[in-house]
């Protein structure tokens, strides 16, 4: 049994990326249907703003719940190394998965779990200001 | 249950140190938050409480008095001041994040009529925040 207390901490990355929604199940015209102009054969970009949320005990030598230098540092290979400024659809996740912010949200969620510093709670991105998506959806864990 | 939530704003300097570590360990640690002249953030804080709504009034609770409170428990305390060195809470305790929003939660439990204290959070910028809700 702990008396120390629980927090959480989020930090916001940004991700600038293009994607486009198509699938190879669905003909032309289903896809058409189904994501609109989302499916332009060239793609589109999005700023993601990528915000990652860990929680634990806070460590009474450091008042922290994990070194925000470490999670940066994850971040940078993990998240910005891979995803910044590239072609979502070309990328190793999305091969056989379209990706949508939801499949995006589930892949970087998957990534943010092997962090060593912390346990991983949420992701949540803002595909644009008015489109957001969280995972899990249980929260706080 | 109806949640709400209330911002206020409190500007305040800082540094990151543990006494019981040499200054290179602290520097390893806190990079340069270990800055023993200390550096400053535009902290906005956000207070969510959990509660009923009145049949008559339509409230959880009386904005205008949670904003007095507010002032008077946090802003009036915390803001333009040094926290190490002036808000008693951090003389003892690193004021990280994580533990503004934990002095801030002990600063409000319980002082709230008719709504129980649901989530501090406290961003010291807007790309990193705290939460805390009461667990340990």
Request: one cysteine or more.
């Amino acid at each position: 049994m702990t008396d120390a207390p629980k927090a959480y901490l989020s930090r916001r990355y940004r991700v600038s990326a293009s994607h486009r929604l198509h699938v190879e199940a669905y003909t032309p015209k289903q896809n058409r249907a189904a994501y609109g102009k989302c499916n332009n054969p060239h793609g589109h970009g999005h700023n993601y703003v990528v915000e990652v949320t860990v929680g634990g005990l806070v460590d009474d030598a450091t008042g922290m719940v994990c070194n925000l230098a470490e999670l940066d540092a994850f971040a940078q290979t993990n998240l910005l190394d891979r995803f910044d400024h590239m072609n979502l659809n070309t990328l190793e996740p999305f091969a056989a998965l379209v990706p949508t912010t939801e499949n995006f949200t589930i892949e970087v969620s998957r990534i943010f779990e092997q962090f060593p510093g912390a346990k991983l709670v949420r992701v949540r991105i803002e595909e644009t200001a008015n489109n957001s998506f969280e995972y899990p959806a249980e929260y706080p864990a | 249950m109806i949640l709400l939530t209330r911002k206020a704003e409190f500007s305040s300097a800082h540094y990151y140190w543990n006494d019981a570590w040499s200054q290179q360990e602290n520097q390893r640690v806190f990079g340069k938050c270990a800055n023993r002249n200390g550096h400053g953030h535009n902290y906005t804080l956000e207070v969510t409480v959990a509660g009923e709504v009145d049949p008559i009034s339509g409230f959880v609770v009386d904005l205008k008095e949670l904003k007095d409170i507010l002032e008077r428990e946090v802003v009036s305390v915390y803001d333009h001041r040094h926290l190490n060195l002036e808000v008693p809470e951090f003389a003892t305790r690193i004021p990280t994040t994580e533990n503004i929003a934990i002095a801030i939660w002990n600063r409000l439990d319980g002082k709230i009529p008719s709504a129980k204290l649901h989530r501090v959070r406290v961003y010291e910028m807007p790309d990193l925040f705290a939460d805390y809700y009461g667990e340990r």
